[in-house]
């Protein structure tokens, strides 16, 4: 089983820790670099600061016991999708823009590829976790809109990614596909088997 983390930013790398027991190969792809303002919200830690995400996540993950991962620092976009994403079982959406998202959605459609979306609301007040078949992304209200700084949303990225990582491991040990709404009081089903 080859599972795929687009985005390793807040959501991406708290449930790719969570995954840390499937007996799977976990890739991360992102090309953006831990910052010090990440340490708060996301999985990294100080000495992580200043190198490509997914290539940090993996090396943390080197250091656990039994855990295989790999890692691709590139901006995933149309003409790259297909190489990074053809040897996936599985593919987790945690980009955090609509523009990624689409790319990922239409090349998982195009390959019948399985794919999970994870994503925050704009305002911060509820996440989701959507199988693609019932997927949609929404508009930004602007682009690059910041969901996770300063750690205000902390208590939610943490029960989004533990709901998404559960999911996934649903999935991956049973089949089945389910959705979630996620809020600060509770984490209710939305769809799925």
């Known amino acids: 089983m080859r599972i795929i983390f687009c985005g390793v930013g807040a959501i991406g790398s708290t449930a790719a820790v969570l995954c840390r027991n499937l007996e799977a190969t976990l890739a991360f792809i992102d090309f953006d670099r831990v910052e010090s303002k990440n340490l708060l919200a996301q999985a990294y830690v100080k000495p992580s600061v200043g190198k490509n995400k997914a290539e940090a996540l993996k090396l943390q993950l080197l250091n656990l016991h039994g ?73 930004e209200d602007q682009a690059g809109q910041a969901t996770c700084e300063g750690g205000l949303h902390l208590p939610l990225i943490g029960l989004l990614g533990a709901a998404l990582a559960r999911i996934i491991q649903d999935f991956v040990k049973h089949g089945v596909r389910r959705d979630v709404m996620v809020n600060l009081n509770s984490v209710t089903p939305t769809m799925g088997t």
């Open 67 to 139: 855990v295989k991962a790999e890692s691709f620092g590139v901006r995933l976009t149309r003409d790259n999708v297909a190489t990074l994403c053809g040897g996936a079982d599985l593919l987790v959406d945690c980009f955090d823009n609509r523009e990624s998202r689409q790319v990922l959605s239409e090349y998982a459609r195009q390959a019948g590829k399985a794919l999970v979306h994870g994503a925050l609301s704009g305002d911060g007040t509820f996440g989701l976790v959507r199988w693609d078949e019932r997927f949609v992304p929404d508009a």
